[in-house]
């Protein structure tokens, strides 16, 4: 089974980056969507960023709240995915999860039950 842990939450202010990483173990597929969501108290879990990773490449997707500031990427030697987070706002301020499910990022923001392994989660917090 794939174990997801992540890393690299903190505190930084308004207009402030973080990267957040996804170490990924235990995987055994060679197509599946890797996704980052965020948690804020009393709303819906909702997705952020996701990266379709197949044998030829990977392909990208972003929440339109976070395009031109969020970039996710890959690196398969390390096994992690990685979440830069530019120009951060304090609506961005949540606990992220990252998740894993086998094949293409169909639905992936909405999808949410399709995903089969997720991570403990990382806190951010974004002051103004």
């Known amino acids: 089974q794939v174990q997801l842990v992540e890393s690299g939450g903190g505190s930084v202010q308004t207009g402030g980056s973080l990267r957040l990483s996804c170490l990924v173990s235990g995987n055994s597929y060679s197509r599946y969507c890797m996704a980052w969501f965020r948690h804020i108290p009393e709303k819906e879990r909702s997705g952020v960023a996701a990266v379709y990773i197949y044998p030829g490449g990977v392909v990208n997707f972003y929440a339109d709240s976070v395009k031109g500031r969020f970039t996710i990427s890959h690196d398969a030697a390390k096994n992690t995915v990685y979440l830069q987070m530019d120009s951060l706002k304090p609506e961005d301020s949540a606990k992220y999860y990252c998740?894993?499910?086998?094949?293409?990022?169909?639905?992936?923001?909405?999808?949410?039950?399709?995903?089969?392994?997720w991570g403990k989660g990382t806190q951010d917090t974004v002051s103004s």
């Open positions: 998740g894993a499910m086998p094949g293409t990022c169909k639905k992936w923001e909405v999808g949410e039950a399709a995903y089969k392994s």
